[in-house]
């Protein structure tokens, strides 16, 4: 009998064990963040984790680096141990994306989605894989410069393709999909293929609009149009207003709230310029944009109906809107990285200018990411500078290091637990000690 009972106990410790150890596991798995999109959670480059890098080199702190064939500007993103990014070759007739290890930088599939007919008309910094893929943890979701989507399973298998976006621009594609619950967002801001060329490129048009595809099956649910609008990169952000969600969207001359439900245009602020390529920042109601660098930054209420420029513009602020990076929003403060090298704070409340330096590293087309007190900013040189910022919002903040990977990079950097994530132009590098 104290044999039985001893092996009674026993059984109840180890059952005991086990479930604490599932539960911590759990814990620590939801406790992970995924960089699922351009920019991470929500597009505003913002991340949860302490403890990132602070110093490196092409040689130094370095956990892996991984080639990466064929041309593209997506950024990577990450879910768990997944890394997924996109590359064409062929002079961008060969469309792939790429599944990554994160412990190892070991490639785990390459995949040909599909042949493209390559346009030749493109910006100069652009590429033919330009978009960032997004996940939802169990498809991974990607569109390249000929308007054709792809969605596949962790283990590279396509689930499907539409090709029905025959999509054209003066400057390539550069905006990133987004998901909304089972929604796949994408924003369609295209120009003229035929003469007159200067339409939807130097002149507003009614071609633009904010496209919803099934995520499950990638068949089309909406349009929401535009109305007058020009080209534009930007990608799309959701934000919740008076307790409902709307759908973001900046484009060439205009910025807009959409309903999720059916793409509805809620309201629209006009916003003259073009290309738009920096994607929103939001906060405390109001959302950050300007669509190009010799055009005012503007702080917009979300919560108009129709036309409302003159009733929820905020603020506007000339001289400091980027050509390339994304708004960086954090409270009570809005950053930019305008041409130049420079990098700016602006009181988000009133668009006053709190400091501008220079940082000499290049050029900082790359958008800039914040965590833990910190915001990192690189170039398409590779250097990487890594501000600390000061309670005093006033007060310039301190640069604490400068790390050059060498190598030319456009794609924005992702977080991935401990790490930093960075493409350049060869290869995808993983910083920081695993």
């Excluded at 959670?41 to 490196?56: F, V």
């Excluded at 950024?75 to 997944?82: G, K, L, R």
């Excluded at 409902?244 to 484009?251: E, G, L, M, Y």
């Excluded at 800039?368 to 000061?390: F, R, V």
Aim: hydrophobic letters at 35%.
């Amino acid at each position: 009998m104290r044999i039985e009972k001893y092996v009674s106990i026993m059984k109840k410790m180890i059952c005991f064990s086990i479930y604490y150890i599932l539960t911590f596991i759990t814990l620590t798995a939801q406790e992970t963040e995924n960089w699922t999109r351009f920019r991470g959670p929500n597009g505003q480059g913002i991340s949860k984790a302490t403890g990132l890098p602070e110093r490196w080199s092409a040689d130094e702190n370095i956990a892996w680096k991984t080639e990466i064939p064929g041309e593209g500007w997506s950024s990577p993103v990450v879910w768990n141990d997944h890394i997924f990014l996109t590359t064409a070759t062929e002079d961008g007739r060969n469309c792939h994306v790429i599944a990554v290890n994160r412990k190892t930088g070991k490639i785990l599939w390459n995949k040909l989605v599909f042949t493209q007919k390559p346009q030749q008309q493109r910006h100069s910094l652009n590429s033919y894989a330009t978009p960032t893929p997004v996940t939802d943890g169990t498809l991974v979701f990607s569109v390249f410069s000929g308007g054709s989507f792809v969605a596949l399973d962790f283990e590279g298998n396509i689930r499907w393709i539409n090709s029905d976006l025959d999509y054209y621009s003066e400057h390539g594609l550069g905006g990133s999909p987004i998901l909304y619950g089972d929604l796949l967002l994408f924003a369609v801001n295209p120009s003229n293929r035929e003469e007159p060329k200067l339409l939807g490129w130097q002149t507003p048009w009614d071609k633009s609009y904010l496209l919803a595809l099934d995520k499950n099956t990638g068949k089309e649910c909406w349009r929401g149009s535009r109305g007058l609008s020009r080209i534009g990169h930007s990608t799309p952000v959701v934000m919740q207003v008076n307790g409902k969600d709307q759908i973001i969207s900046v484009a060439g001359d205009v910025i807009q709230g959409f309903d999720p439900a059916d793409g509805k245009l809620i309201w629209t602020v006009a916003n003259n310029g073009e290309p738009c390529v920096p994607s929103p920042a939001i906060g405390d109601g109001l959302v950050f944009a300007s669509p190009a660098n010799n055009t005012p930054i503007k702080a917009v209420r979300a919560d108009g109906q129709g036309e409302c420029t003159v009733t929820h513009v905020v603020w506007e602020q000339r001289g400091n809107s980027p050509m390339m990076a994304s708004f960086l929003y954090v409270k009570p403060c809005l950053y930019t990285c305008p041409d130049g090298g420079y990098i700016s704070c602006l009181d988000a409340s009133t668009g006053e200018v709190n400091w501008r330096i220079m940082l000499r590293i290049g050029a900082l087309n790359p958008s800039p990411i914040y965590a833990d007190g910190k915001i990192y900013t690189l170039s398409e040189q590779g250097t990487t500078a890594i501000l600390k910022l000061s309670t005093d919002r006033k007060k310039e903040p301190e640069i604490i290091a400068k790390n050059e990977l060498g190598e030319l990079c456009r794609a924005s950097i992702a977080v991935a637990g401990k790490q930093l994530i960075i493409r350049s132009a060869n290869h995808l590098w993983c910083i920081g000690a695993l």
